[in-house]
């Protein structure tokens, strides 16, 4: 599992003209899949997520608070292109990334933890061509990865 994580002023996914997730201050989540995936990496990505400190308290400019400290927002977003290879070739290869049916239902199994934390959790829409619009604030990025043991 690979999440790209971006501390984020706002964030908001479109598709088709549509908003369909908007979120304000928070974590805007990139999230690839992969077929070895299993309930353990879901569960340890999302308490990874909402327990990291990437917000700053008052003006001290280090990272002293989680999105749950804060009573952030989440925009969690399905991006199989995390799992992108191209290393070889002009076409990248996607066959590290899980299959469609079930990395959506991985992606929804993830979905659920995080709303288990109280906090706002919006989506956009899986296997959808997305705009997504990220206020990074910062920039603060960070890559995550859980591979199953």
Known sequence: MRVLIQRVTSSQVTVDGEVVGAIGKGLNLLVGLSPTDTE?????????????????????????QSVSDIEGELLVVSQFTLYGDGQKG????????????????????????????????????????????????????????????
Do not use: H
């Open 40 to 64: 353990a990496e879901l569960s340890w990505m999302a308490k990874k997520c909402l327990s990291l400190r990437l917000f700053p308290q008052g003006n001290s400019g280090r990272f002293d």
């Open 90 to 149: 002009r076409r990248p290869s996607f066959s590290k990334a899980a299959p469609p049916a079930q990395a959506q239902a991985l992606y929804n199994q993830f979905v659920e933890l995080l709303q288990q934390s109280g906090l706002t959790v919006e989506t956009g829409r899986f296997g959808a061509m997305m705009q997504v619009s990220i206020e990074n604030d910062g920039p603060v990025t960070l890559w995550l990865e859980r591979e199953a043991d």
